[in-house]
Every structure is written in structure tokens, then in C-alpha cells.
């Protein structure tokens, strides 16, 4: 069986495809680069993360954007005919007053690891965009339109624009050609593929929250009209339908299903297998209940598929609820290598796993300087939207431990080094050695962000010896603390327990759509010079646990 989430964590708005026996993953990374992490398998049940589509931090510049900005929502395909890859992605850089300033681009390579080619602009009517690459040859971006006038029902409609490979740009304005195929609102994340002669338009509705779903309509023209699938949704958490077009709310926590611990299905993307087999991926969450808080950000799982005599796709167990247990493809195992939960830097590259927010970790962070240490170069504040030193992965599991030596002689009070818990820039809390002209000497003590509110734990503040540190922190459930040590056995508790929940999208007011992050960060707030090393990164996550 394949249990979901398959891909756990941070790993929304998934898009999946298939090269031959080859299958591929792409999914949302908004503020956060590398952009677009891209996971392989060839049996659909071990995957890897293979590698990244967006690695120059300069364009798209993701700089100054305030969190959940960012890359949104990439397509992944592969063109049979031209024997490319192609990304589209949209870089959303505002939603200020409903306008949701987004430029949507498109990428191409010859092989999943690049070299990708210059991004192309297409348009910047909506976002979710995607691509069909039809068997004329012709090319069509679907997107939803985002709608910003008054009286009009929002977020908008699903829109179409035929696209000139040749002349690198669409052809004409997009149409509106797609209310949705029920009637919960808040319509996106159209994909739009070919089969057997009819157009199918999958999206998801309800808004990508407690009543999200995949629903599908299909069409003889590209163009339309669109018939909506006459079970209703494909996939959803939430079955009891609803109309809800008048509420563009997208999280709406009364929908939340007790019945379900996979909770905001939605946003899906199929495949067929050669064997005759289909499965689909879609973004759920886990929240905390009665909290209906999703720390771990929303994720990515599978369900198994079956397409109807009469040419409509549906879940193999014959329903529509998202289900933790899937049937897994009749397909031979092919184990592949997984994430390592210890890594002691001493690889000559620094590993695919780690994040940063805005730039490339390979920005401020490298294993060369320091044979078998990471050495990280301070940059500005956690708080701040623009350069910030924090080498971070994704938290998989309310049930971890991460751990971390580190090596860091701060000279001026402007200079932190230490171990993170991150939501946002707004959302952190920072287990740091620094230079305290009150104790004379360097200290450690925790400094929380809560909702852009800092305080300062002076009470945790502690003097200690001129040596390196060890550093740990434990989320176990909707309890998280900080512990230090000078020779990582005799530990010691520093501040009080927080409360995980907390960092998730329903308690942040400055950031949504991603996820919790874990990592560790060097701040020079006097000359962006002073440099932390940190001897390993330890993340023990127990993955079978339930979230609490």
C-alpha cells in the first residue's frame, strides 16, 4: 500500500508527469530557493528529490516579496513531440487589495536536470497557469483569471489563450471559458489534457482549504463548453457538497471533516501508467485537531484512479474521499535514496535539501572553507524580506528532533548565530550565541517573532565559555522546546514550552501556503561578515506518528 502523505511537509500544488518509465513531482516553493524541487520515482512509491528547476536567485529576483509570494504553483509536462520538458510557474510579487499582480513564464530542457532555457512571458491574467501540448501540434495556456472588479463573482474564472512556441508569445487575450463543475467558488488550478478525443479540464474548488476539491469537466473543443463530471468531485476531504461562490474565503474551517485525517484535498494532477493504471497527486493537510492548525504546511499525496466506461475519471474505491491507504501501482519496487536524516557536511556540495528564503543557500553557505563543517556568512535580521542567512529543511513531522554543533564567536551584540524554528519572517523562534554587553561575554538565550511581535526572552539569556555549542530543538506534538550543551549528552532546557500549532497557515497573519521549516542561521547586523560553523544537522523525525 502507499500511505499518504507521500510527500510529507512543505510540498503543495503538486503536478505530476510521465517521461516513459519515469515519473515526476513538481511542486509550489513561493518564497523559498531553490525554486521548484522536482521528485522522481519509477514504481510511483519511493520518491526522490532529484533536483531543482530554479537556481539563479536573480531571476526570478524574489527579494523584498513579503512571505507566500513567490513561485507558485508550477506545471510540469513533458512534450512527446518536441522531446522537451516544459515548466510554466507563476511568480505572484502582490496581492495588495485584491489585485494579485502575478507574471506567469515558461521554461523548456532536454532532460528533468536542466539546462533550462530562458523563462518566457506569458501572462499575467491569473495564476495556476498550465499547459497543453495537443496532437495538432498547437500549444494553450489555461489559467484562472483572477477577477478584481466589483459585482463579480470571485476569485474568478478559468481562462484560455493559445501560445506560439515560434513567436514565444500567446495569441490573442485569454477567454473565459470555465465556471467550475460545482458550486463551491473559489475555482483554480486548472490542468487541461487530451484523451481519446475529449478535452478534460481538471481544477480544484472550494478554495485550498477545509472544502477543497479536484473536480473535472471535459469538452470535444478545446474551446468548450465544458460539461461538469455528473458525480461531482473527484477528490475531496469534505464530500457533502455546498454552494459557495458568494464566499471567497479560501480556508472555510466549517467544512473541516472529523471523519478524514487527510483534510484540504484538492489541486490534483493525473497520470496514466503504461499498464493501463491511473493515479492522481493532490495537496492535503494534517492539522492539529480541535485546533484546525496545519503546521506542517500542506502536502502532497496520491489515490488511485479509474477511468468509466463512458470516458469520466474517478477514485478506484468507487467514492470520492481522499483516502490515507492507496493501493500501490502493479509496478516492479525501485528503492531510491532517501533525504539523510544526519549529515556532517562532509560531501564536497552542500545537500539538495536545504532552503533558504528569497536566495540560494549557496548565496551565504559553503563545506568548503571548513572540511566536514557548513560555514554560513551573516546577513540580515530573520525578520527581514530581503538577504537572510537561515540554511533550512522542511519539517516532515510534529514528532523531531534536530540537533546541530556549532562553532560561532560573536565580538559585537549585532552578531547571532544558532538553531531555528520557522514559519515566516513574522514567525520564529531563534536559539542564538551572541555578544551580551550585560554579561560581558558571549551568551545564548531564544528570541520569538509571533506574528511580527518580537520578544526578547531576556530570562533564558546565559553566559557561556568561548567554545563551541551544541544546539537542539524537540517538536513533539503541539509541544516544542530548545535545549543547549557543551558536549551533547548533558543537556540543558532554555526557555519555556511553546506551542507548535502556532506555526502553521490558520495562525500566521503575515504568511500562508507554506510550511514549517527548521534550520540554522548566522545574522550580522554590523557588516554582514562574521561567520558560524555548524560541525553536522541532525533530523530525527518519526514519519509513522500521527499528527497529535
Not at 157 to 164: A, G, P, S
Amino acid at each position: 500500500m502507499l500511505h499518504n502523505p507521500i510527500l510529507p511537509g512543505f510540498n503543495p500544488d503538486p503536478a505530476i508527469c510521465r517521461k516513459g518509465d519515469d515519473y515526476y513531482i513538481a511542486v509550489s516553493t513561493f518564497e523559498w530557493m531553490p525554486g521548484i524541487p522536482i521528485y522522481h520515482s519509477r514504481d510511483m512509491k519511493h520518491w526522490e528529490l532529484l533536483t531543482h528547476v530554479l537556481t539563479d536567485d536573480t531571476n526570478p529576483n524574489l527579494t523584498k516579496l513579503p512571505s507566500a509570494k513567490g513561485i507558485w504553483a508550477p506545471c510540469l509536462t513533458y512534450d512527446e513531440q518536441a522531446g522537451l520538458f516544459t515548466v510554466v510557474y507563476g511568480v505572484m510579487n502582490s496581492m495588495n487589495a485584491r489585485y494579485f499582480d502575478v507574471e506567469n513564464y515558461l521554461i523548456t530542457a532536454p532532460s528533468i536536470e536542466g539546462p533550462w532555457s530562458e523563462p518566457v512571458y506569458l501572462t499575467s491574467s491569473g495564476f495556476d497557469a498550465s499547459i497543453l501540448h495537443d496532437d495538432d501540434g498547437r500549444k494553450y495556456i489555461v489559467s484562472l483569471e483572477w477577477e478584481t472588479r466589483e459585482g463579480y463573482e470571485k476569485p474568478g474564472v478559468i481562462c484560455l489563450v493559445e501560445y506560439d512556441p515560434e513567436a514565444r508569445h500567446v495569441i490573442g487575450y485569454p477567454k473565459r471559458i470555465w465556471r467550475g463543475a460545482t458550486d463551491r467558488g473559489c475555482i483554480e488550478a486548472p490542468h487541461l489534457t487530451k484523451r481519446n478525443g475529449w478535452y478534460y479540464l481538471m481544477c480544484a474548488e472550494g478554495g485550498t482549504g477545509y472544502n477543497h476539491a479536484v473536480t473535472m469537466g471535459r469538452s470535444r473543443n478545446v474551446w468548450g463548453p465544458y460539461e461538469p463530471d455528473p458525480n461531482g468531485p473527484l477528490v475531496t476531504s469534505q464530500p457533502v457538497e455546498s454552494n459557495e461562490r458568494a464566499d471567497d474565503d479560501h480556508l472555510k474551517p466549517r467544512y473541516f471533516n472529523p471523519d478524514s485525517v487527510l483534510q484540504k484535498s484538492g489541486h490534483g494532477s493525473y497520470v496514466d501508467l503504461p499498464n493501463g493504471e491511473t493515479y492522481l497527486v493532490h495537496l492535503t493537510s494534517r492539522p492539529f485537531v480541535p485546533e484546525l492548525r496545519c503546521t506542517l504546511g500542506r502536502e502532497t499525496a496520491i489515490q488511485k484512479m479509474t477511468w468509466t466506461d463512458d470516458g469520466w475519471l474517478r477514485m478506484a474505491d468507487g467514492s470520492n474521499l481522499a483516502k490515507l491507504d492507496v493501493e500501490e501501482p502493479n509496478l516492479p519496487d525501485v528503492p531510491v535514496r532517501e533525504t539523510p536524516s544526519f549529515d556532517d557536511f562532509d560531501d564536497a556540495e552542500l545537500g539538495n535539501w536545504y532552503y533558504a528564503p528569497r536566495i540560494m543557500p549557496g548565496s551565504f553557505a559553503t563545506v568548503e572553507e571548513r572540511r566536514g563543517w557548513v560555514r554560513l556568512r551573516g546577513q540580515e535580521s530573520l525578520a527581514s524580506l530581503n538577504r537572510v542567512s537561515l540554511l533550512a529543511r522542511k519539517l516532515t513531522s510534529v514528532h523531531a528532533t534536530v540537533t546541530t554543533k556549532m562553532d560561532f564567536a560573536p565580538e559585537v551584540y549585532q552578531h547571532h548565530a544558532g538553531l531555528v524554528l520557522y514559519y515566516d519572517n513574522m514567525n520564529n523562534i531563534f536559539l542564538s550565541k551572541y555578544w551580551s554587553e550585560t554579561l560581558g561575554g558571549p551568551a545564548i538565550s531564544l528570541t520569538r517573532l509571533e506574528n511580527g511581535e518580537k520578544t526578547e526572552m531576556v530570562d533564558t539569556r546565559t553566559a557561556v565559555d568561548d567554545r563551541p555549542l551544541y544546539l537542539r530543538v524537540t517538536v513533539d506534538g503541539r509541544r516544542t522546546w530548545f535545549a543547549w550543551s557543551y558536549d551533547g549528552d548533558d543537556w540543558q532546557r532554555i526557555g519555556p514550552d511553546f506551542d507548535t500549532t502556532t506555526f502553521s497557515d490558520e495562525y500566521c497573519k503575515y504568511g500562508e501556503f507554506t510550511g514549517t521549516m527548521v534550520g540554522l542561521a548566522c545574522t550580522d547586523a554590523a557588516l554582514h561578515e562574521r561567520t558560524a560553523d555548524f560541525d553536522f544537522f541532525d533530523y530525527q523525525a518519526d514519519e509513522s506518528r500521527p499528527v497529535a
